[in-house]
Each structure stands twice: as structure tokens, then as C-alpha cells.
């Protein structure tokens, strides 16, 4: 049985909220200091911290789905009865609070992590000091995660280290990304460096903390125009430290490429009814540890709280063909990519389903918002034929006896971190062994060697990294996000039926970041002041 790192009892637990600014939570609650006895409560508390991953119904506003919808490589389609869907891709503050539920969930997030962090001295009873230090590194990264998380989307936020609340103004980036950095250069130290296992599924390591800490150094100092990383009281992670943590992770963590690129995803399962998997003799490598390059995950399982919604989502409108199945609809690929992506390279079918060319049985749903006909492949439903009628694949592999239901079926985990980001991160920072990495990267895909150039690492990337989360924030940190809009204009699309085309009007001056919830301004009594653009 899948691997999921949910207790229900503990999400119950840590599921309320009070009404003081950032939502932190009431410490009458039972995950006050009290609760922290045994390193088990510091476990449970830890499933807690990682629960918080899975957005639920509101995944529409989870920073993965955002980003995808944002980055120009997809529109935000959906049907015509989902203009906040659109909005998104639009770029349009479409409600009051359009973005409360991911500020509230980052710092519940945070919140936790500071209870843990808080807490974790009063334990007893540890079986080592290295059990102890995992824990606690698990709970620096995740708070590093959080606030990476909140920073990508908003900017800058007020900077929250302890459970009192308090009414802070948004800090500086500097401050910010150093308590980021602190954080994630303690998960390194504390973390163990045993090869990565099966028991670190869904969990962080410390392999994940060191391909952050590439990611946070090159979205800062891209970003901001910096060379080196802060830390607090005058500190630094300097470029040559962040090469070294990145050789680290791909000589020692034990993750290596999967041989075959499109068996990470779930559509190689589908053999029997999808011949491109079939006639490529693809074999899905599941998620009980055969993705030998997955290094920090969402998890998710077969239940109304805890399943995959992306998937949902991201399906094809109203469907159920073979092997992509029933979805909403959202973000239909940009045909600029389809178009500009080389037909050599194996990566451009084994990650977009056009559907005029495959067939698959699709036909276009009449309220389909921005239809191109091109579909992203990794984050989809999947289908498989048992006893002659249509089955998700995920509900026969975990709950066979379980009655179809299309909208939680879906357990697929979402990959947030793999090792082929962490090496195109190391060419690109200038490792020793950029080459290298550049060229066993694009080697997976039958593809020569090019020159370590940042044009060449950028292309990479869109084509290794696409509908990842990953297009949006790369294209913030190089400064390349006004350009890459301009260009999305006039795209023939067909929505509700009629033709007619779509662009993009991105906002320079909000530099790519998201208003901040009104209500969460007016919490502040005018402390919080908006972001330049809303």
C-alpha cells in the first residue's frame, strides 16, 4: 500500500485557526508546548507540518497550479463558467482575497514548523541524537519551504520566528531569504547523509535541503541582482558553497537519472490501451521508490482529503478517453512551445499529447476555454481498460474494489524537486562538472552535446523541467518574464465553441509577484502595505 504521511487525527488536530493576523493558530490548542513529550508526538506533529502540502479543493490556488497557469508555456483554460481560473493566467486580482488561501496555508505552515522548533528541547527520551536532529532538520526546511514558498509568489512577507503573535510589516528581502538560507544550511547539517531511501519518500532529506538551497540562491540573487546569499548577522552563502552543496547531492545522494524519461510519468502504465507507451515500450516506475530521481515530493492517497485535485484539474474537459481521462480542463498548452520545441528531441511528445495527432478518442467539450488540441502529459488522470470498460489506473492499482469516483482517483504524487533540476541548477551556477551535467541530461534524450551557455541552460530547462512549477519562477529570476508575455499574443484558440485568439497583458510593475489578501492588509490595520501593481 502506498506510502502516505497523513494522519487524520493529527490533521484534525492542527485544522483550526484563530482570527489574529497571519492566522496563526491558538496555543490553547493541544498542540501547545505541552503536546511535545516523546519523540513521537515530535513525529506527529512533523506529519502535521507536511499535511499542509496538499492544498485539497483549493488547489486552484496552491503555488504549483498558480505558477503553471502563470508561466508562458500554458493558458488557463477551464470551462466558461471559470473566469477565476482564467484570471490567473490573466493576470487579474479577480476577487478581494484571490490569493487568502495560500498566504493562510504558508503560514500555518510556518506556524507549526515554529511550534516544533520551539518545542523539540523538552523531549525526552530520544532513541539518538541523530533521531533528534533529523527531526529538527525536517522542521528547518519545511519552514524554509513555507517562506520560499510565500517569497516566489508575494515578494517580500513579514517574517514570523516564533508562535506569539505579532503585527509585522513585510521585511525586507534580505532578511527574508536569509532566515531561509540559516534554515536550510541547518536541515543540511542536521539532516543525515545516508543515501537516499524508501523510508524518505514525501520526507524531507538532506539532498532536498541542498537542491533548495540551489533553487532559493539563484531565484535571490536572480531576482534582487545579487551574488551571494545572506544570512543573518552578516553572514553569506556564497556561489562556490552553493556548487558545493549541489556536487554533494548528485555524487552522494543516490539518486540517479531514470533510464528513460517518460517512464516518470503515469501515461507509460497505460501500454495496454495507449500505444505510444506501448509501441516505446515504456514501463511507469511507480511511487514506492522506483523514481530514482525524485527528491522531494507531495504525497497523496486514494481519499476525498488527501488526493491528488491537480489532476483533476489539469484532465482533459469533461472526458474519458484511453489513457487520459476525465478532468476540468485547465491549462491547455501554449502553441508557441509545441511549435518551437525540436521534434528530435523525445521529451516534446513525452510531455504534450497533441490530440490531433494521437488517437485518443478526444473531442473538444463545448464550453472548453482557450482549446489548443495540446495538453500537457505528466500531471493527467489515466485510464486503463479492466473487464472491458474504462478504470483509473490509480484506483485499480490501490483500491480495486473501490467504486470509480473521477474526482478523487487520483493519487499520482507531484514531483517538486528531481535530481535533472538540480544538475541543470549546477551548469548553470558554474560547477566544475556543468558540462557534465548539462550533457547527461540531454544524453537521456538521445540529444548531442551543447556548449554550457545560459541561453542553452534556459531552452533546457523548458523542455526537460515543462509543467513542472518550475517555467514561472525561471523566468522572474532571469528577468525574462515581460518578453516571454509579450510574445503570447494573438494565439488562434477556440473557447466555447467559437474561434478567436488570446493574449497576455503582464503587469511589469508587479514584477511578476501576486497582490496580497486585502483582508490580511486590513488584519494589519495598514502595518502590511500592498504589493507596487495592485
Avoid at 543525515?192 to 520526507?203: A, F, L, Q
Avoid at 548528485?250 to 509501441?279: C, E, H, I, M
Avoid at 511507480?286 to 504525497?299: L, P
Avoid at 488540441?373 to 483509473?392: C, H, R, T
Amino acid at each position: 500500500m502506498k506510502k502516505i504521511f497523513y494522519l487524520l487525527g493529527v490533521i484534525l488536530i492542527f485544522s483550526q485557526c484563530s482570527n489574529n493576523f497571519l492566522d496563526t493558530e491558538p496555543l490553547t490548542m493541544k498542540v501547545n508546548t505541552s503536546f511535545y513529550k516523546t519523540p513521537d508526538d515530535v513525529q506527529e506533529a512533523l506529519y502535521g507540518i507536511y499535511s499542509l502540502m496538499n492544498p485539497g479543493t483549493n488547489l486552484f490556488k496552491h503555488s504549483f497550479f498558480v505558477s503553471e497557469l502563470m508561466s508562458d508555456d500554458r493558458f488557463g483554460g477551464g470551462g466558461t463558467v471559470d473566469p477565476e481560473l482564467q484570471a490567473i493566467a490573466d493576470f487579474k486580482n479577480y476577487s478581494y482575497d484571490m490569493y487568502l488561501f495560500p498566504w493562510q496555508q504558508d503560514y500555518k505552515g510556518v506556524y507549526r514548523s515554529n511550534m516544533l522548533l520551539e518545542s523539540i528541547s523538552q523531549v525526552a527520551d530520544w532513541d539518538s541524537e541523530t533521531q533528534q536532529a533529523r527531526l529538527e532538520g525536517e522542521a528547518l526546511f519545511m519552514r524554509a519551504f513555507f517562506y520560499f514558498d510565500l517569497a516566489r509568489m508575494f515578494g517580500t512577507v513579514p517574517l514570523v520566528l516564533k508562535t506569539e503573535p505579532e503585527n509585522l510589516p513585510k521585511a525586507v528581502p534580505e532578511e527574508l531569504y536569509a532566515q531561509i538560507a540559516l534554515d536550510l544550511k541547518q536541515a543540511i547539517e542536521k539532516l543525515p547523509d545516508t543515501p537516499y531511501s524508501v523510508d524518505d519518500i514525501g520526507r524531507a532529506t538532506k539532498w532536498a535541503a541542498e537542491g533548495y538551497m540551489a533553487r532559493v540562491f539563484l531565484f535571490y540573487t536572480g531576482v534582487y541582482g545579487k551574488t551571494e546569499l545572506p544570512l543573518p548577522e552578516g553572514g553569506k552563502v556564497t556561489k562556490a558553497e552553493v556548487i558545493g552543496y549541489i556536487d554533494d547531492c548528485v555524487a552522494n545522494s543516490g539518486r540517479k537519472l531514470t533510464s528513460d524519461f517518460r517512464n516518470q510519468w503515469p501515461y507509460a502504465y497505460a501500454g495496454d490501451v495507449y500505444p505510444y507507451a506501448k509501441d516505446n515500450d515504456l514501463s511507469w516506475v511507480g511511487e514506492e521508490g522506483g523514481n530514482t530521481e525524485a527528491m522531494f515530493s507531495i504525497r497523496f492517497s486514494i481519499q476525498s482529503a488527501t488526493c491528488n485535485r491537480f489532476n483533476l484539474f489539469f484532465g482533459l474537459r469533461m472526458q474519458n478517453t484511453y489513457p487520459f481521462g476525465y478532468g476540468w480542463g485547465c491549462g491547455p498548452v501554449n502553441p508557441q512551445l509545441w511549435d518551437s520545441w525540436s521534434d528530435d528531441d523525445v521529451r516534446k511528445i513525452g510531455s504534450i499529447c497533441n490530440v490531433n495527432d494521437e488517437n485518443i478518442g478526444y473531442v473538444s467539450s463545448p464550453d472548453q476555454v482557450e482549446e489548443t488540441f495540446l495538453w500537457q502529459k505528466k500531471y493527467m488522470p489515466v485510464n486503463i481498460e479492466v473487464d472491458g470498460a474504462s478504470k483509473s489506473m490509480f484506483t485499480q492499482i490501490y483500491a480495486p474494489d473501490q467504486k470509480q469516483d473521477n474526482m478523487t482517483c487520483n493519487t499520482q504524487e507531484v514531483v517538486l524537486l528531481r535530481l535533472a533540476d538540480v544538475m541543470l541548477m549546477g551548469a548553470e551556477v558554474g560547477s566544475t562538472k556543468a558540462q557534465e551535467y548539462l550533457d547527461d541530461v540531454r544524453d537521456r534524450v538521445h540529444l548531442p552535446s551543447v556548449p554550457v551557455t545560459l541561453d542553452n541552460i534556459k531552452m533546457e530547462r523548458r523542455h526537460e523541467l515543462a509543467f513542472e512549477g518550475v517555467r514561472y519562477y525561471d523566468l522572474l529570476r532571469w528577468h525574462d518574464a515581460e518578453k516571454a508575455f509579450s510574445a503570447v499574443s494573438n494565439i488562434p484558440v477556440i473557447t466555447g465553441g467559437k474561434q478567436t485568439t488570446y493574449s497576455v497583458a503582464f503587469n511589469p510593475e508587479t514584477k511578476g509577484f501576486l497582490p496580497i489578501p486585502e483582508s490580511q492588509i486590513l488584519l494589519s490595520e495598514g502595518v502590511l502595505e500592498q504589493n507596487p501593481g495592485w
